[in-house]
């Protein structure tokens, strides 16, 4: 089990010595005949809560999908923990919960995390040891008192905790969210980023959540903010409310939003920028791009 007790240091000067937990140059994805992600450069800190937020259909999946190296027509540099992304070493060092809650409906809450903990650590030697995790993972999620029930009569909010619950077992370094906290009550809804938080600032784990709801924003340590395919922003939410003189990161990026339309509006500057409207052509002659990982 990682553990580290040494807290996020928001300078970034005492996890130096690490790699980031993430660091993308050049990334592009291409799915079917189209390039979904247009060149992006960016950084996930450690032990950090890092928000992927943007409208329906912008590359969240896609980018957390290149991240957990379950995305084919990868191209540019894509690290994670310091290692190419899709590394068979970091299976165990990254959860990943996808949108769909992936559970057996005709086992219990308790048999499922048994189950993928006897995947994860396997062996009679070990089943003290996955006891507790699962024991801990349950109760990560607030489940214990649902631990005997099948999966498939619980809501579709217990569900996704099931799911949660399966990414947090064997406690990675990185944990990738897809939407965790989408149809949930507001309650639910607090109750999990709170989690997040405790894990982040107790165990000093990773977390990169996406969202498209931008009061989630608010919560996260930094923003990576996307609109089609490009990165509007990458910055904590405080920076960005201050830079764009809004009362919240929903203005801030309603702002940014108009920015780059303006500027992709103007002439064409000598040398393209970072937005992702001044990008040359998503099918342009990078032979990146048809690279497959
Ligand atoms: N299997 C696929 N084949 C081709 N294109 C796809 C496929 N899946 C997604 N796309 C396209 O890739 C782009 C990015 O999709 P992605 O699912 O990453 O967006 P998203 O920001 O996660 O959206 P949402 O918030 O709705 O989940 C979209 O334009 C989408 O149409």
């Known amino acids: 089990m990682i553990i580290r007790s040494r807290p996020p240091d928001p300078t970034g000067t005492a996890v130096s010595l690490s790699p980031p937990a993430v660091r993308a140059e050049g990334l592009t994805v291409v799915r079917g005949t189209r390039t979904v992600l247009h060149g992006l450069d960016f950084t996930v800190p450690r032990g950090q809560i890092t928000g992927l937020l943007g409208p329906s259909g912008c590359g969240k999946s896609t980018l957390m999908r290149a991240t957990v190296g379950t995305q084919a027509k990868v191209g540019g540099t894509l690290e994670v923990l310091g290692l190419p992304a899709g590394d068979a070493a970091l299976r165990s060092r990254i959860g990943y919960v996808t949108q769909a809650p992936s559970v057996y409906d005709d086992l219990t809450v308790r048999q499922n995390l048994d189950y993928f903990a006897a995947i994860l650590d396997p062996g009679r030697a070990a089943a003290e040891r996955r006891h507790a995790d699962v024991t801990r993972v349950i109760a990560d999620v607030d489940l214990t008192s649902r631990a005997d029930a099948l999966a498939g ?5 217990q569900r996704s905790r099931v799911s949660l619950a399966v990414a947090l077992l064997g406690a990675p370094e990185l944990l990738v969210l897809d939407e965790p906290t989408v149809g949930l009550d507001p309650v ?4 999990l980023w709170n989690l997040f938080h405790s894990i982040a600032e107790e165990r000093g784990t990773t977390l990169l959540i996406s969202s ?3 009061d989630e924003a608010e919560r996260c340590h930094r923003l990576l903010l ?5 990165i509007l ?9 201050e830079r764009t003189g809004s009362d919240t990161v929903e203005a801030a990026f309603l702002h940014l939003v108009d ?3 303006a500027a992709a509006r103007e002439p064409a500057p000598t040398t ?3 937005s992702p409207d001044a990008q040359p052509p998503a099918t342009g002659p990078d032979s990146r791009e048809e690279t497959a990982r």
């Not at 009569?153 to 909010?157: A, E, H, K």
């Not at 996307?226 to 490009?230: A, L, Y």
């Open 233 to 241: 922003a990458d910055d904590t939410p405080e920076a960005l409310r």
């Open 212 to 214: 498209h709801v931008m």
């Open 259 to 261: 920015e780059a339309v």
């Open 226 to 230: 996307m609109r089609e395919g490009g």
């Open 272 to 274: 393209a920028g970072k």
């Open 188 to 191: 639910l809804r607090r109750d």
């Open 153 to 157: 009569n619980l809501s579709g909010g």
